[in-house]
């Protein structure tokens, strides 16, 4: 399968890049500039330059693909306008074509909730509030495959990602 992805340098991203690869899949890794095109390219994705607000550009690639996957997020007040252009990116590329399109979200999207199910209602704090209208976009968009998987904590290589907080690797974290 031929497989778009973004954030293939980043800290999820550069785990679904080595799964896709090695069940054999061929991922075009969109990246911003070309230091990000070498890593990609070393670890064995087909790099393409390409800046994710460029709706014409980034619709034009994911065209070519067989399906895609969104993992870039900058982690900063830019996040909710990166998420809502490669969402209008994907619906205008795939919509209509039945190809399937995943999108990583976060499971601050539930609030406090402490038993959380598919039936759980969103309760987002600020901080991430604007995610729920660009993920009903994905699951409601025609003609395409929109999932959208809510993970928690990312944690691995020796640290662990609190989206709009910090990334936290034990060298740099005090011993409690």
């Known amino acids: 399968m031929k497989v778009a992805l973004t954030g293939a340098t980043g800290f999820i991203g550069s785990h679904v890049l ?3 690869l090695k069940h054999g899949h061929e991922v075009t890794a969109l990246v911003r500039d070309d230091a990000q095109a070498d890593i990609a390219g070393a670890r064995g994705a087909t ?5 994710l607000y460029d709706r014409p550009a980034v619709a ?10 969104h993992t870039a997020s900058p982690g900063d007040a830019t996040s909710a306008d990166l998420d809502s252009a490669v969402v209008d990116a994907v619906i205008d590329a795939l919509a209509g ?3 399937p399109f995943i999108d990583i979200s976060g499971l601050w999207v ?5 038993s959380i199910s598919e039936e759980s209602p969103f309760d987002a704090p600020a901080l ?7 993920e009903r976009r994905v ?4 003609g395409m495959r929109g999932v959208v998987i809510v993970s928690s904590v990312a944690y691995g290589d020796g640290g ?4 709009g907080c910090c990334l936290v690797h034990p060298e740099t974290t005090p011993a409690t």
């Open 160 to 163: 662990a990602g609190f989206p």
């Open 60 to 69: 034009s690639l994911l065209s070519k693909a067989d399906g895609a996957i």
């Open 47 to 51: 790099p393409a330059v390409a800046d």
């Open 128 to 134: 991430v509030s604007w995610k729920e209208p660009i």
């Open 110 to 114: 539930y609030g406090a909730n402490t």
């Open 18 to 20: 080595t799964e896709l």
């Open 97 to 99: 074509t039945g190809k």
């Open 139 to 142: 699951l409601g968009a025609k």
